[in-house]
């Protein structure tokens, strides 16, 4: 009879193993299929163990003058944050791509940061026409883009609710530009010159006439050359106008081009100050704009100089110095600030940096105190206005418009 058994024994195990297996492979698929249905999600602020930023920056073409200095202090804001525990613990992880100065590019790179690398924020670049097409594929993903350096004013209204200035607008700065120009220079009289190829320099150039001719000035002349190789001709444009017998000439031009605008207003004869807006910050301005530059007058996001008494300012000088070899200027102080506001925002509220935005009021940046104030979406900042003359720069002081251009 034992004998008889066993091979039912047999039988039984068999068909007990085989209804095991199929149970567990079963249970794999059903799992398999739960995860493969299950939206991938990157972890949001809050939930996650790291603040992920996204920066684009145009490292190489024609930007590539104020967005390297950008870049730079954008990475080194990161770098200190992490040295001093991260925020709140969590630390905060800079992703950079180079925007190349074109959009195509730059379309493609905030495509991968909110594919590939999940960010929770975006930043970056220094000019309106670059930062749309990033903003626009930031906002489709849900994502807040803060501009570091673009500043006109109309951004936000067309990127509504998720893109956000750390500068200040270029009403603001023309304003200001206008302002210095009828109380410190006495002016009566501007010319305008701009680079009609750029919504910068248009607005640029509009906020300031609207301002100096609000304020009682006349404006004589409005020069608009071609950026790159329009500037050729416009030494012969300038003479051809009543330029000559203004007080002032307002310059607004792309970065690359400043130093070739001074050289033909020059050229043109015209011998009275002129003032520009921030793209002409830039180190190199001094060598572009020659040896018979005169008096040129900018306005900029702060003092980022030697000069400047602010502790912080002279501690991030040394640093930057350290890491890159060269000097930073207000771009580099722009990341900077930049990077430190988003953390600020990701520590007020983990689980919506746009909120976390709002709720600033106050930060004590390089370039000036940053508040957001009755859900603006740029900040209220003062201007520094700068003085290049004999190769040297110094500061003329901080201003705050009496009145602004609305947008």
Known sequence: MNQKKKPAKKESDGRFLFVLAGALILAVIFVAVIVLSTPAEPAVAGQSDTIRIGAIYNLNGSQSSLD???????????????????????PVVLTVYDGKTNTTEIVRAAKKLVDEDHVQAMI???????????????????????????????????????????CFGDNTQAAAAAEFAASDLSATKAAVVMDSSMEYTRLLSKYFIERFTDGGGRVTAVVPYAGG?????????????????????FAACGPEDCGAVIRAIRSAGITAPVIGGDSMDSPQLATAAGPDAGRIYYTTHGDISTSSADPNVSAFIKRYYLEYGEMPNAFAALG????????????????????GLLSIKGYDGLTGNISYLNDSQIPEKSVTIMKLENGKVRTVGERMPRIVPEP
């Open 336 to 355: 900077y600030d930049t990077v430190n506001v988003v953390a600020q925002a990701a520590a007020a509220s983990p689980d919506d940096i746009r909120a």
């Open 124 to 166: 970056g670049m220094s000019d309106s026409d670059m930062v749309l097409p990033a903003a626009h594929v930031a906002a489709s993903a849900h994502t807040v883009f803060v501009t570091s350096g673009a500043t006109s004013p109309v951004l936000p209204s067309q990127v509504p609710g998720y893109l956000y200035l750390s």
């Open 68 to 90: 390297i200095p950008s870049a730079r202090g954008a990475r080194l804001a990161a770098e200190l944050i992490n040295e001093r525990g991260g925020i709140n613990g969590r």
């Open 229 to 249: 190789s329009g500037v050729s001709s416009l030494s012969g444009s300038l003479g051809d106008t009543a330029a000559s017998s203004s007080d002032v000439l």
